[in-house]
């Protein structure tokens, strides 16, 4: 069975930070790439960042490159998105998932957990 709980998200202003936080089921975390996707009104989910099973290799989306980073803690089942220089079109409601393959920009599973809502006011 899936789970997957994301915290951590809130209201910042411009340039700020924020660190999110996914807790996911074992069978869920422990065999897979994991990722973070995100999705702002009217638009459709899209991927952010990846990180490999071991947690040594990472991948971003162009727009979020060099402002967020992606890390896991095994020993935890979890998965952490620390966003910096925030901007208000990263405004979206994040999700975490498995990503189908390293190098994937699509969740592996349907299932997709309450999200955490992040907003960035200008």
């Known amino acids: 069975q899936v789970q997957l709980v994301e915290s951590g998200g809130g209201l910042v202003q411009a340039g700020g930070t924020l660190r999110l936080s996914c807790a996911a089921s074992?069978?869920?975390?422990?065999?897979?790439?994991m990722g973070w996707f995100r999705q702002a009104p009217g638009k459709e989910r899209e991927f952010v960042a990846a990180?490999?099973?071991?947690?040594?290799?990472?991948y971003y989306a162009d727009y979020v490159k060099g402002r967020f980073a992606i890390s896991r803690d095994n020993a935890k089942n979890s998965v952490y998105l620390q966003m910096n220089s925030l901007k208000p079109e990263d405004t979206a409601v994040y999700y975490c998932n498995a990503v189908a393959g390293y190098g994937s920009v699509r969740a592996l599973y349907n299932y997709w957990g309450q999200g955490t809502q992040v907003t960035v006011s200008s």
């Open positions: 990180v490999s099973r071991s947690g040594l290799m990472t």
């Open positions: 074992g069978q869920t975390f422990t065999s897979n790439v």
